[in-house]
């Protein structure tokens, strides 16, 4: 397994203000949720703006995905490719997750959005969902172990009667798309490496309604739907850990003190 990267000053400024793009890019999205708005379109409007601002969409042609974000309604886990055919309908709930470079720097981030009225049961998940990343990020202390995140997500999240997709995970960012390490958002207490200041990695936990498990799409290859297609919910940030404590990257609005 390959070294977690201790990023430099330099590195954590880069990183910074790609981060801060990503979320930027997210902000603008929101304004084309509505009924009757393709996915395709708003991933043509994510894919402007981060062009016209002097960056590049990391997920665009890696490892062949086709599109500048990922955009993943209802009961998509993640992965979700937009598409001029998937037209958003009243009620529905949808992760946008994006990926920049920005001079070579990567930010990593995603949300929920709704489009008009949604159930009591997206309202629950979504809520739940946000703050199992929450408790995630309050993990993030120098010497604390990684595991320690994964177990505060999982414990809150099966209390609250959801549960915590196993297959996909948190990972190292900035220099690359995906480093080490590899952030589990269900795990057990006090295992796994220890957090240290300059580090830099993704907390996004994906909740679902049911049962943990996903399948792929055979048609595609990418898109990863709840086993038993109930709904899913995700929210993401970029976690940079400081001398005491945290910054959270791909905040654009001030939620997360620095520690």
Not at 79 to 91: D, V, Y
Not at 161 to 174: K, L
Not at 215 to 230: F, L, P, Q, Y
Request: hydrophobic content about 35%.
């Amino acid at each position: 397994m390959s070294e977690i990267i201790i990023k430099t000053q330099d590195q954590i400024v880069g990183i910074r203000k790609s981060s801060q793009l990503a979320a930027q890019a997210l902000d603008f999205a929101g304004q084309f949720v509505k009924a009757g708005i393709s996915t395709g379109f708003i991933d043509d409007k994510i894919e402007e703006f981060i062009l016209s601002h002097g960056a590049i969409p990391a997920t665009k042609g890696y490892n062949g995905y086709p599109k500048s974000s990922c955009i993943s309604l209802n009961e998509v886990v993640c992965h979700g490719i937009p598409s001029e055919h998937t037209i958003l309908k009243e009620g529905d709930i949808l992760n946008i997750d994006v990926t920049t470079i920005l001079k070579d720097f990567y930010g990593d981030t995603s949300r929920m959005f709704w489009v008009g009225e949604i159930s009591q049961d997206a309202e629950k998940l979504i809520a739940v969902t946000k703050h199992c990343m929450n408790l995630g990020i309050q993990q993030v202390i120098p010497g604390n172990y990684f595991g320690n995140i994964g177990f505060a997500i999982n414990r809150f999240a099966k209390a609250k009667g959801f549960s915590v997709v196993y297959e996909f995970c948190g990972h190292g960012v900035g220099v690359d798309f995906h480093e080490e390490p590899q952030v589990d958002h269900a795990s057990r207490r006090n295992t796994g490496p220890k957090m240290k200041p300059g580090m830099i990695f993704t907390i996004e936990p994906m909740i679902n309604q049911g049962r943990p498990g996903t399948k792929i799409d055979k048609h595609d290859g990418w898109t990863a739907r709840s086993v038993d297609n109930k709904l899913s919910a995700q929210f993401e940030h970029t976690i940079l850990v400081t001398e005491t404590g945290y910054e959270v990257l791909t905040d654009v609005h001030n939620e997360y003190p620095i520690t």
